[in-house]
């Protein structure tokens, strides 16, 4: 059964599950047009969904609004704006957040005029599975509840993405970065069945990837909550369970109606896994009947990945050999379990030994044999003649083979430690506050790892790719403004240049690679972001953006490329915002019509509010601060233990406090650097060695002390002054040679005299002018704004 012929069959049940008797009859004779064979199919389906009352069915294409449609109502905070689609019971709606938190989700409402008692709880069944899952790679339920007439539903993540399948081979990933995807997808199911629940209609158009390349697992419609000790309640042949799942991606057991268990979304994985490898179905379907769907999904054993038309040569041996497994005919012959199937790949990832064990060649050979022993023998006689002969001549040459594949063996070994640490410990680690120092000595040692092999190599693109990866990795630890760093930002120059004449050596050796291209001009915008010479910034800005906006013109449907053209914009902004301030913001307005990244999003929204208080708007400040404060809150909520975004956090909460000082209220301005103080103070603690979280603790701190000032509050101002000084002078001696540091103390320093100036009198606030006038000297820094004040203050005195 080809899968056009399915998808017809599957609209006309849907149309005629809804119809009554008399309408459905005239439907079904129009609908199948004299294909007696079709309408035998569609009756029997139909049928089956009346015994059955199948209510969780697969979505289908909108159609034109009905008398229960809620576009354009609201439910709740939200505002149903566009219907995505129905199934039989349910109606999907595109909709909008709109009290204080903004967000676009989708909200599954029941039909109205499905009441029943048994649909209700079918309903309730699919909500309650999804409340069950809390997993980044499966599409989260937000919210439920019950409309004011009464029916329920629930909203859920709105996933932006494209099928598995086309999103492989429209971005042409290779065998291993689809394996990689495919792991995530095993996660998100192992965890739906750590609690208890099969999804059982796998799908590549149930799985989302995002433009972040993540994936997404949707659709749990049909899903069931697995009990052990229970019986499965399981379908007949024509259940309407088993039928209206897609036929291309079933399992024996569901077309059977057997028992369901974990090893049905097992085996749909499998035909998932068959088809990203091979770019064709496992199951060969010749025509439309049942008798057919059996044959193919029950009896006939599926092609080998490696011999289907066009495979690669890499599908041979350890992939053949998972695929195959998982598409066990028999439940008990596949993986135990979705992690053990993730694990074979990730072993073939690896280069392990895989778990499963194939039909091996010496196997059929022992069966040819035993059925043809004269010709065996007589086969035998000769082959070892001939050995005997070869021996002598390629013992040599087998010695210096062996030699030569021990070293690269050597050589690939410490290859994929070093990027291991790189790519997939640091990653880890990085998340963690506390730990930057380590990851500074972590990425040292690797690179000095790839360095080495680089240079025994020779011309080798992919390891000069991972040596450029690595080197930025190294200088964002060292000194890369927006992470957690060591305060080296000279040393992160240096090591972005490196990385920078890196990727122009790759994409010397393929200029039209798209990935290589990318790569370059995103180097190219890192160095941008750290060089100190605004001329030569600008001159990196421009080589990027016409690097990328040539990609972009010959890949329009690459997500990425609108992401990377969103940071130019955000870059360009960034280097004009003082001298064009209107034209800043506009670029900024671009770069947040591309972002995709809630990050991003949230610290556009920061810099935009930043200029709009310089221009005096305070008001539209406010806004793109609660916006941004908003997104950054939501993102902790969901990742706890994120330390980047809580100090994102911690931005947001100090410079929407900082608009709130400008505009004269200090006691609000103080409430938010509180907020943000806390969140400084845990990170820094946590890692002495993070300059910004040290350095960004020391900022809120004398930002509070000038509010507090500003309010009248003595008490609290005198306790804020002492820890601010403690903590600018500390910065500054555990980071010698700072000038950001130092530059952070005098603030101190001149904020504490302004503070103690305007609680006690100008006795007392020249003491700390004269401090910072005598720490300035030192560092060589004008004081011409400090001599000004402590004259004032003599002549106050």
């Not at 010496?362 to 003649?385: I, P, S």
């Given at each position: 059964m080809n899968p056009e012929r399915w998808q017809r069959i599957k609209e006309i049940v849907y149309e005629a599950v809804e119809l009554?008797?008399?309408?459905?009859?005239?439907?079904?004779?129009?609908?199948?047009?004299?294909?007696?064979?079709?309408?035998?199919?569609?009756?029997?389906?139909v049928a089956a969904s009346d015994q059955a009352g199948a209510f969780l069915d697969p979505v289908v294409p909108a159609r034109a609004p009905a008398d229960d449609d809620l576009a354009g109502s609201t439910i709740g905070p939200y505002r149903l704006t566009v219907e995505m689609g129905r199934g039989g019971m349910g109606i999907v709606y595109r909709a909008v957040r709109e009290d204080e938190y903004r967000q676009i989700v989708?909200?599954?409402?029941?039909?109205?005029?499905?009441?029943?008692?048994?649909?209700?709880?079918?309903?309730?069944?699919?909500?309650?599975?999804?409340?069950?899952?809390?997993?980044?790679?499966?599409?989260?339920m937000l919210d439920g509840g019950t409309t004011p007439d009464g029916r329920p539903y629930f909203v859920m993540e709105l996933v932006a993405g494209r099928p598995i399948d086309a999103y492989c081979d429209e971005n042409q990933l290779g065998i291993k970065e689809r394996l990689r995807l495919f792991v995530k997808v095993c996660a998100a199911v192992a965890h739906a069945h750590r609690h208890l629940v099969i999804h059982r209609d796998l799908k590549p158009a149930n799985i989302l990837i995002?433009?972040?390349?993540?994936?997404?697992?949707?659709?749990?419609?049909?899903?069931?909550?697995?009990?052990?000790?229970?019986p499965d309640g399981g379908s007949t042949l024509t259940s309407a369970w088993v039928r209206l799942l897609t036929p291309d991606y079933a399992s024996p057991e569901q077309v059977l109606g057997e028992r369901i268990t974990t090893a049905t979304d097992v085996y749909s994985l499998g035909a998932v896994l068959y088809?990203?490898?091979?770019?064709?179905?496992?199951?060969?379907?010749?025509?439309?009947?049942?008798?057919?769907?059996?044959?193919?999904?029950?009896?006939?054993?599926?092609?080998?990945?490696?011999?289907?038309?066009?495979?690669?040569?890499?599908?041979r041996g350890d992939l053949d050999t998972i695929v195959l497994k998982a598409l066990q005919k028999q439940a008990e012959r596949r993986y135990l379990h979705v992690e053990q199937f993730a694990?074979?790949?990730?072993?073939?990832?690896?280069?392990?030994?895989?778990?499963?064990?194939?039909?091996?060649?010496?196997?059929?050979?022992?069966?040819?044999?035993?059925?043809?022993?004269?010709?065996?023998?007589?086969?035998?006689?000769?082959?070892?003649?001939?050995?005997?002969?070869v021996i002598g001549v390629s013992w040599q040459a087998r010695v210096a083979r062996r030699e030569r594949a021990i070293a690269e063996r050597r050589f690939n070994d410490v290859r994929m430690l070093a990027g291991s640490m790189i790519f997939e410990v640091d990653r880890e680690i990085s998340r963690v506050a506390g730990a930057t120092k380590a990851r500074e000595l972590l990425l040292t040692r690797s690179l000095e790892y790839l360095d080495r092999l680089s240079q025994d190599a020779g011309n080798n693109p992919e390891l000069a790719r991972?040596?450029?990866?690595?080197?930025?990795?190294?200088?964002?630890?060292?000194?890369?403004?927006?992470?957690?760093?060591?305060?080296?930002?000279?040393?992160?120059?240096?090591?972005?240049?490196?990385?920078?004449?890196?990727?122009?050596q790759v994409l010397a050796s393929s200029p039209s690679s798209l990935d290589f291209r990318i790569e370059l001009a995103n180097t190219a915008q890192r160095l941008a972001g750290i060089t100190k010479d605004p001329s030569k910034a600008s001159l990196l800005i421009q080589r990027a953006r016409g690097i990328l906006e040539e990609a972009a013109r010959q890949n329009p449907a690459d997500q990425r490329l609108r992401n990377y053209l969103g940071n130019l914009h955000f870059q360009s902004a960034g280097l004009i915002q003082e001298a064009k301030p209107q034209e800043a913001i506009a670029e900024f307005r671009l770069a947040l019509a591309l972002f995709q990244d809630p990050s991003d999003i949230s610290l556009t929204h920061k810099r935009i509010g930043a200029l709009l208080v310089i221009a005096g708007d305070v008001d539209r400040s406010l806004e793109e601060y609660?916006?941004?404060?908003?997104?950054?809150?939501?993102?902790?909520?969901?990742?706890?233990?994120?330390?980047?975004?809580?100090?994102?956090?911690?931005?947001?909460?100090?410079?929407?406090?900082?608009?709130?000082?400008?505009?004269?209220?200090?006691?609000?301005?103080?409430?938010?650097?509180?907020?943000?103080?806390?969140?400084?103070?845990?990170?820094?603690?946590?890692?002495?060695?993070d300059y910004r979280a040290r350095r960004s603790l020391v900022s809120i701190t004398w930002r509070l002390l000038g509010a507090?000032?500003?309010?009248?509050?003595?008490?609290?101002?005198?306790?804020?002054?002492?820890?601010?000084?403690?903590?600018?002078?500390?910065?500054?001696?555990?980071?010698?040679?700072?000038?950001?540091?130092?530059?952070?103390?005098?603030?101190?320093?001149?904020?504490a005299g302004d503070a103690t100036r305007d609680l006690e009198g100008c006795v007392q606030g020249r003491f700390w002018y004269e401090k910072l006038r005598k720490y300035a000297m030192a560092q060589k820094v004008p004081v011409t704004t400090v001599d000004a004040r402590i004259a004032n203050c003599r002549s106050a005195h």
């Open positions: 009554g008797e008399r309408e459905r009859q005239a439907y079904l004779e129009q609908a199948c047009n004299g294909d007696t064979t079709l309408r035998r199919e569609v009756e029997t389906l989708a909200v599954k409402v029941v039909k109205r005029g499905m009441n029943a008692s048994e649909m209700l709880v079918r309903f309730r069944h699919e909500r309650q599975i999804l409340a069950l899952l809390n997993h980044p790679n499966i599409a989260r995002t433009s972040e390349g993540e994936p997404k697992l949707l659709d749990f419609g049909i899903a069931k909550v697995f009990t052990p000790d229970q088809e990203l490898l091979t770019g064709t179905k496992v199951h060969r379907l010749v025509n439309t009947s049942l008798t057919e769907l059996e044959r193919a999904v029950c009896v006939a054993d599926p092609v080998k990945p490696s011999e289907t038309a066009g495979a690669k040569r890499e599908l694990e074979d790949v990730e072993r073939y990832l690896e280069g392990q030994p895989v778990l499963a064990r194939p039909d091996t060649i010496c196997y059929r050979a022992g069966k040819f044999c035993r059925r043809n022993k004269a010709v065996t023998a007589a086969a035998a006689v000769v082959l070892l003649t001939l050995i005997a002969g991972e040596l450029a990866a690595a080197y930025e990795k190294v200088a964002g630890v060292r000194g890369m403004g927006g992470i957690a760093n060591l305060g080296l930002p000279e040393m992160a120059v240096e090591n972005t240049r490196k990385a920078l004449t890196l990727r122009e609660r916006a941004a404060v908003a997104i950054d809150e939501e993102m902790v909520r969901r990742y706890p233990d994120d330390a980047r975004l809580k100090m994102n956090l911690s931005f947001g909460y100090s410079d929407w406090g900082y608009v709130l000082y400008q505009s004269r209220r200090p006691k609000e301005a103080i409430e938010k650097y509180r907020l943000a103080e806390a969140i400084r103070a845990q990170q820094a603690a946590a890692d002495p060695r507090q000032a500003a309010a009248g509050n003595r008490a609290a101002a005198q306790l804020t002054l002492r820890n601010a000084v403690r903590l600018g002078e500390a910065l500054v001696q555990d980071f010698p040679g700072n000038s950001d540091a130092a530059n952070e103390l005098m603030s101190v320093y001149l904020t």
